[in-house]
């Protein structure tokens, strides 16, 4: 039986902890989370992902630190005597302390093959780059960002426009095809943790709010990614007259003028290189509509300017 305490903030690692939660070989004997956060119009506290499966499964206790950095913190959780600590997608700095405190480690899923987008962003900069392949990785985890040695890594093709939303449910699943078998391969030593390649690193730095704002100076196709990678959030939107223009989907077509100008209807933009269609689109409030429907209602004209 191995005793486990599981780390994970965001849905992501949800599908992986029901694997391991209803496999007979694992025991969990907490699981940590970020606290519950201000959201919607009134504010209301809100629990995380992890929390609410968690508070529905029935496991406890259900731990909701700020930090892992105050030594009674770190006391408490090396008192639970845990073989492993699972995190994924977590949030929270690791400290020495933790680090060390189980008896093989804590072990970490990553949504990219490392050392590809070590960081905090690895789905939204994958699809920035417009990268054909991503995956899924099992690492030991040491004081470096998602650099300690690797123990599987599987990898996903990425189909043509693809969004991180979809991204990341694919991800999810596989790792949960796949955690059961790291986990009872590493505590049995059939699968040793081997150094991360020292060649092809890269860092996925995270999305900050303003990078959603389309700059058409930009080609199209480094548009038409950044409009996939950042669903849901930041979302993707530019400008008219004013009106803020949330855009949800577009296509990377032929044309040319000076980015920004709608070259032709219903609604082409030209950018530094090429243009781009925009094919669905709304109003801040407003529901989201095929970009005829949308200008049935908001009209803009061929010659205007958005940015």
Not at 149 to 159: E, T
Request: some cysteine; charged content about 20%; proline content about 9%.
């Amino acid at each position: 039986m191995l005793r486990l305490v599981l780390m994970g903030t965001g849905a992501f690692g949800v599908p992986a902890f029901e694997r391991l939660r209803t496999t007979p070989d694992f025991a969990i004997l907490a699981v940590y989370t970020q606290p519950p956060r201000p959201a919607g119009r009134g504010h209301r506290l809100r629990p995380t992902a992890v929390q609410s499966w968690a508070e529905e499964k029935g496991l406890g206790p259900v731990r909701t630190p700020t930090s892992l950095r105050d030594p009674a913190e770190q006391a408490q959780l090396a008192a639970l005597g845990a073989d492993l600590v699972l995190v994924a997608s977590y949030g929270l700095i690791l400290p020495p302390a933790v680090l060390t405190a189980p008896r093989l480690g804590c072990v970490n899923i990553h949504a990219s093959l490392l050392p590809r987008w070590r960081g905090a962003a690895p789905i939204q900069r994958a699809i920035e780059a417009g990268d054909r392949e991503s995956g899924i990785s099992f690492f030991v985890m040491d004081e470096g960002i998602d650099t300690g040695p690797l123990l599987a890594r599987y990898p996903l093709p990425l189909p043509a426009r693809i969004r991180a939303p979809e991204l990341h449910d694919r991800l999810a699943r596989l790792a949960a095809e796949h955690v059961v078998e790291v986990l009872q391969g590493y505590a049995a030593g059939t699968i040793r943790p081997k150094p991360q390649p020292a060649e092809g690193a890269s860092y996925a730095a995270k999305v900050r709010r303003e990078e959603g704002h389309l700059d058409f100076t930009a080609p199209a196709v480094v548009l038409e990614r950044r409009i996939r990678a950042f669903d849901p959030w930041p979302g993707s939107w530019c400008f008219h007259r004013g009106t803020r223009l949330l855009v949800h989907e577009a296509e990377v077509v032929a044309g040319e003028g000076e980015p920004g100008t709608v070259i032709r209807p219903p609604l082409v933009v030209a950018c530094g290189e090429g243009a781009l269609a925009i094919t669905r689109l709304a109003r801040p409030g407003r529901r989201v509509l095929e970009v005829e429907a949308f200008l049935r209602g908001y009209a803009i004209a061929v010659g205007e300017r958005l940015g």
